[in-house]
């Protein structure tokens, strides 16, 4: 008998997505022609877009286009080079000083993506014996960066300290890490910093926190879920956050002690072996920077919009979940449910995404809501109408007897 032909790869992928399609899962792209704030092209169609991640209007920030078009212009596109070799300019030496200091810590490293920062950290963090603890619904990125390092992942229920204490004592000699996301990207909750700071303080444990969606929008000054719980680097030695949400821009960083730095361009492969990116990006999130400390009133303005969504979406009874963040999900259960309603909102002009699994657990398929300071109050209206007349007349449906979509 001859030997038996391998499983090709490209029919397994093609079978697989074929299971989603039948499933009504599979993912596509929609392309965007224009954006102006919170409006989008698409299609040939004008939408008010409540999807972006532009938590604090600053993508199309005449500061930050103003010093991104002043570098392209004295050094060109790319950066051309890994940091480590000759693509270190100072740009980014000085966008590293400017996040360093707004968050408190002694210095602060620059990655491509922030899906690097946190593969990179925690691979450089952990060995094989070590444990990483994580909550549930943590960023698939600080997932990966725990099986990339091949410690034991162990993972809790959500914002379940207790749950994670055992966890960390189940494993008492290892050395431990314990990372969560400061702000939950799909839920929109602040993770319980205070209570997982304090365990990891008895536990002899690290903390690592990804606050990708709580920089720019949370705390004082902006610095984040980390510096709005009241803790600094003792307690948090590890932080990454995102450049390409709240600071318009695009890009990550890790913060933490100079030990940790110096570490970390030693043994985060992702940092080591990337091209830098472009010096005029790191000029125009540093200007970001300047702009989300200063402009306090963008954060207020947020907050005011926040507050106002949501009661507005209570009075319509909409199933809110428990979120004060710039992320507002309403919790649908059923992926046809989601996408029907995201197609409803559309006839309306809304763009408003529909998240299913496997990006969230099964039955929990939402609308993904999210507001900027680009928003405006009437803005928030025409949302909750348009939610009040979609949800109201299937409920109208129902009652009649119509069949829905379950």
């Not at 919170?38 to 286009?65: K, M, T, V």
């Not at 997932?143 to 004592?169: C, N, S, T």
């Not at 920077?289 to 949501?310: D, H, N, Y």
């Not at 009874?317 to 649908?332: D, K, V, W």
């Amino acid at each position: 008998m001859g030997t038996p032909l391998r499983p090709d790869l490209l029919q397994r992928l093609a079978a697989q997505t074929s299971e989603r399609e039948r499933a009504n899962l599979r993912r596509r792209l929609r392309t965007i022609e224009h954006v102006e704030g919170p409006w989008l092209e698409s299609g040939g169609r004008r939408l008010l877009g409540f999807c972006s991640n532009d938590y604090l209007g600053l993508a199309q920030h005449p500061q930050l286009i103003a010093a991104l078009k002043r570098v392209v212009d004295d050094e060109g596109v790319g950066g051309a080079s890994a940091h480590l070799i000759c693509g270190h300019r100072r740009e980014h030496a000085q966008l590293e000083e400017a996040l360093a200091e707004w968050t408190g810590r002694e210095r602060a490293l620059l990655f491509s993506t922030g899906y690097m920062a946190n593969l990179g950290t925690v691979q450089a963090l952990l060995a094989r014996g070590d444990v990483c603890v994580q909550d549930k619904l943590n960023h698939a990125c600080l997932l990966d960066g725990a099986q990339l390092a091949g410690a034991e992942l162990k993972r809790y229920p959500h914002a379940d300290v207790a749950a994670a204490a055992r966890q960390l004592q189940s494993r008492p000699q290892a050395a431990a890490l314990l990372a969560t996301d400061g702000v939950f990207s799909m839920d929109g909750d602040v993770a319980p910093l205070a209570g997982l700071a304090a365990l990891c303080a008895r536990e002899h444990a690290m903390l690592m926190v990804d606050d990708a969606h709580g920089l720019g929008v949370l705390g004082a000054d902006g610095a984040g879920s980390v510096q709005a719980a009241g803790l600094g680097q003792r307690e948090v030695p590890v932080l990454m956050a995102t450049l390409g949400k709240a600071l318009g821009c695009s890009g990550a960083f890790v913060a933490g002690s100079a030990a940790l730095i110096v570490g970390l361009m030693q043994f985060a492969r992702p940092y080591v072996y990337t091209t830098a990116m472009p010096p005029a990006l790191a000029a125009a999130a540093r200007a970001a920077v300047e702009v989300a400390r200063g402009e306090t009133w963008r954060r207020e303005k947020l907050q005011s919009l926040i507050a106002r969504f949501r009661a507005g979406a209570m009075q319509l009874g909409l199933p809110l979940m428990t979120s004060h963040s710039a992320i507002q999900p309403l919790l649908l259960g059923n992926a046809q449910t989601a996408l029907a309603a995201a197609q409803a909102l559309e006839q309306h002009g809304l763009l408003v995404t529909a998240i299913r699994p496997p990006t969230v657990p099964q039955g929990q398929a939402r609308l993904r809501i999210t507001l900027s300071a680009s928003h405006e109050d009437e803005h928030v209206d025409q949302l909750l109408d348009a939610l009040g007349s979609h949800f109201h007349g299937q409920a109208n449906a129902s009652s009649h007897g119509a069949t829905g979509n379950h």
